[in-house]
C-alpha cells in the first residue's frame, strides 16, 4: 500500500547523492566475516560497511558504520557514517534503530546540509510502520508529525513535496480509523459517540475519500437523536459537495422518509 520499494530507492539514492566518498582499498580485515568488532583505519572500516550495503547485507552494513563512529568519533566520516548507519537500518526495516541513528544525527549536526535527509527519513520510518484502521494509531500520528515537521523546516524541497502526498495518505488513514470506530458506536446504538467521530472527520479530514460517508452517517446520527434541523445541514452540505455521490442519494431518502418537512425545495 505504501509501496516501499520505491521509498527505498528513492532514499538510496538521497543517501548516495548526499553521502559518497571516495574510499581506500578495503583489503584488510575484509572478506565476507562481519568484523566490526576488529580495530581498523577509517578509510577501511568506511570502505567495508559499503561494500556490505551494495551486497544488501544491511545489518552488517549498520553495525559497521556504528563502528566508524564509535573507533573514529572525530573523524569527518564519523558523521557521514552516522547517516549511513540510519539508512542501513532503514534497508533492514529496523525502523527503531534507525529512527535513533538519525535522531542522533540531527542531535550533534543540526544545522548540517543532510539534516533535511535526516528529517525525512524518520518520517518515513514512522510512515512505513502505519498499521491497519483496527490497530492504535500512534505511529500514524507519529508519521503525520513527522513528515509535516518535514514541510515546515524544508518548503520547496523535493522531501517536502513528497511528504505532502504522504500527509494526504496518512489523513486518509486517520479518518478511516474514526469512521471505523464510529460505525462500532452506531451499530450498538450509541449516536451521540458515533457523531462526534463522523464529525471529527467532517471537520478535520474533510479533503480525505472518508468525507461523504461521514455527512451521510451524521444524518443517520442527527435523526437518531431527534434533530432532523442538524440531520437536513448536514444532508446540505453532502448536496452541495457531493450531489452525484451514493451518499447523498442514500441521505436524501433517509430525509424523505423520516423528516420530509426538513427537505429543501
Keep these: 500500500m505504501f509501496e516501499r520499494s520505491r521509498f527505498k530507492i528513492a532514499l538510496a539514492a538521497a543517501a548516495t547523492g548526499a553521502l559518497v566518498m571516495t574510499a ?7 572478506g565476507n566475516k562481519d ?13 567495508a560497511a559499503q561494500e556490505r550495503l551494495n551486497q544488501g547485507r544491511t545489518r552488517q552494513a549498520a553495525a559497521l558504520f556504528d563502528e566508524v563512529e564509535r573507533q573514529h568519533p572525530y573523524s569527518p566520516w564519523a ?12 534497508a533492514a526495516r529496523d525502523y527503531t534503530k534507525s529512527i535513533q541513528s538519525a535522531q542522533r544525527f540531527l542531535s550533534i549536526h543540526p544545522g548540517n546540509k543532510d539534516a533535511p535527509y535526516a528529517y525525512y527519513l524518520i518520517a518515513v520510518c514512522y510512515y512505513e510502520q502505519i498499521s491497519d484502521v483496527t490497530r492504535d494509531q500512534k505511529t500514524t500520528e507519529q508519521a503525520k508529525q513527522a513528515l509535516t515537521d518535514v514541510m515546515r523546516r524544508y518548503p520547496g524541497t523535493s522531501y517536502a513535496s513528497d511528504a505532502k502526498l504522504k500527509i494526504d495518505l496518512v489523513n486518509d488513514h486517520l479518518a478511516g480509523k474514526e469512521m471505523t470506530i464510529g460505525r462500532g458506536y452506531e451499530a450498538s446504538g450509541k449516536w451521540l459517540a458515533a457523531t462526534l467521530r463522523f464529525r471529527n472527520v467532517v471537520d478535520n479530514f474533510q479533503t480525505t475519500s472518508h468525507a461523504p460517508e461521514a455527512l451521510f452517517r451524521l444524518v443517520e446520527g442527527y435523526l437518531a437523536l431527534g434533530v432532523p434541523e442538524e440531520a437536513q445541514k448536514a444532508a446540505a452540505v453532502l448536496e452541495h459537495n457531493y450531489p452525484t455521490s451514493k451518499w447523498y442519494e442514500r441521505a436524501y431518502k433517509l430525509m424523505n422518509r423520516h423528516a420530509p418537512e426538513n427537505l429543501t425545495a
Design 79 to 90: 558523521r557521514r557514517a552516522q547517516l549511513m548507519s540510519a539508512f542501513s537500518y532503514y
Design 35 to 47: 568484523t566490526a568488532y576488529v580495530a581498523r583505519d577509517v578509510d577501511t572500516l568506511y570502505a
Design 24 to 30: 581506500g582499498c578495503a583489503g584488510r580485515g575484509g
